[in-house]
């Protein structure tokens, strides 16, 4: 993976459900007014603004941006951000990423301008019929043939929600920060008020092949980097 350059901007992938409202907090920490948010106002509907980082670069302090991303809703990195070329995220189990989205929606978007955004019908036919957004988010559109390439070459360091404590220890080292795992709040979590359809998992795999190809490459390169058990 590329080696963080504290001179240019960083961008934090938040990925949905993937830790990231609890993970901001730690970059909060780490990047103080340096750090400047980007998210789509569901309330207002209204996209997130775009920020000259050329000139916040310039006041010397590293700058990181920290968001959501959505190729598909016009605020992606391309549209945004074009110029930026280093980045950090954390992944989780696509399977697992789609239920808990599912009930976040439920639950978040009783207010939303957009209700279409908002699953009507059961968990089952909202992971048979809603395909999964997590590459979207992504700063260059992924493929079968690209997506090791683009994460060696674009990010900084990925780390996988289930094993968020290390993963984070990793991001920290890599960008020259100080982590204490004790600090890492524990927020946004979704609660799921009923069985997951567990026969299902195998289908979701099936059906979605690249976003578990990019995740399972995550975890392979997380397993890599982590010392053997005793």
Known sequence: ???YDPRRPLIFIHVPKAAGTSVRAVFRQWFGAALHE?????????????LD????AAVGAPVAVYGHFNRLRGFGVEHDYPR?????????DPYESAISHFHYLRRAGADWQDQSRIPQGSLRQYLLQTPPNILNH?????TRENYREMIERDFVEVGV???LGESMRRIA???????????????????????VDEDLRALYRERHPLEHAVYDEALR????????SA
């Open 1 to 3: 993976m590329r080696a």
């Open 38 to 50: 980007h998210y789509f106002d569901e309330q207002q509907h209204r996209r997130p603004p775009v």
């Open 53 to 56: 980082l050329d000139a916040i």
């Open 84 to 92: 930026v070329e280093q980045f950090v995220t954390i992944l989780r």
């Open 138 to 142: 992504f700063p260059r559109v992924l």
């Open 161 to 163: 929600m289930e094993h």
């Open 173 to 195: 080292a890599a960008l020259g920060r100080r982590f204490d795992a004790a600090a890492l709040p524990h927020v946004n979590a979704t609660p799921r008020p009923g069985p």
């Open 221 to 228: 390169r997380f397993q890599a980097a982590s010392p053997p």
